[in-house]
C-alpha cells in the first residue's frame, strides 16, 4: 500500500466512498447528502495542512486522511485528523496505516499533541484502533450525535501526546 498526497484527480476514487460513507450517517457529523464539490470542500485541505490516499498495488484508492491542525492561534500546536477506508477494502489495515502516517506527519511538523474532537462513542473499530495507537478519551460528550439506528450518542473528544 502506498500513501501519498491527494490530487484533484483522486477525488474520484474517494468520492463513492466517501459519499457512501456520509450518507450513512453512523461515523461523520456532514450533512447526510452531500454533493461531491461539499464533500471535496470539507475534505481537501489547503498547506501546510494535508489530504492524502491509500491505494493498492493495482493503485486504486482505498483510504483517505486529512490531517490538519486543531485548532489556529494558541491552539495551533495540537493536531488533528480524519479518516475514511473504503468498506470493500475493510479490515485490512489501512486505518491503522491512515492514522500512523498522520502522527508521523503531525511530529515532523512539530505538533505536540494530536486531539480527535468528535469520535462517535458507537464507532468501537475506530475507539478500539486509536486507543492502541496511544490514544484516550479524555471526555465524551453526551448525546451529541444522532446516529440512525441507536438514537442519540456520545461524541469522544480523544487525545495523544506526540
Not at 97 to 107: I, Q
Request: some cysteine.
Amino acid at each position: 500500500m502506498l500513501i501519498r498526497d491527494a490530487s484533484a484527480q483522486d477525488w474520484a476514487g474517494v468520492w463513492p466512498f466517501f459519499r457512501a460513507i456520509v450518507a450513512a450517517g453512523e461515523t461523520f457529523p456532514y450533512a447526510l447528502d452531500l454533493d461531491s464539490d461539499a464533500g471535496r470542500a470539507i475534505w481537501y485541505v489547503d498547506a501546510p495542512n494535508r489530504t492524502v490516499v491509500a491505494l493498492d498495488d493495482d493503485g486504486t484508492v482505498v483510504g483517505t486522511a486529512k490531517m490538519n491542525n486543531n485548532r489556529d492561534g494558541n491552539g495551533a500546536h495540537v493536531a488533528s485528523a480524519s479518516y475514511m477506508v473504503d468498506p470493500a477494502h475493510a479490515g485490512r489495515g489501512i486505518g491503522r496505516a491512515l492514522c500512523e502516517h498522520s502522527l508521523d506527519w503531525a511530529r515532523e511538523a512539530g505538533f505536540r499533541a494530536m486531539q480527535f474532537n468528535a469520535v462517535v462513542e458507537t464507532n468501537v473499530h475506530a475507539v478500539k484502533l486509536y486507543r492502541s495507537l496511544g490514544f484516550a478519551v479524555v471526555g465524551t460528550v453526551p448525546e451529541s450525535f444522532r446516529h440512525p439506528r441507536e438514537g442519540y450518542v456520545g461524541l469522544h473528544v480523544m487525545h495523544r501526546y506526540l
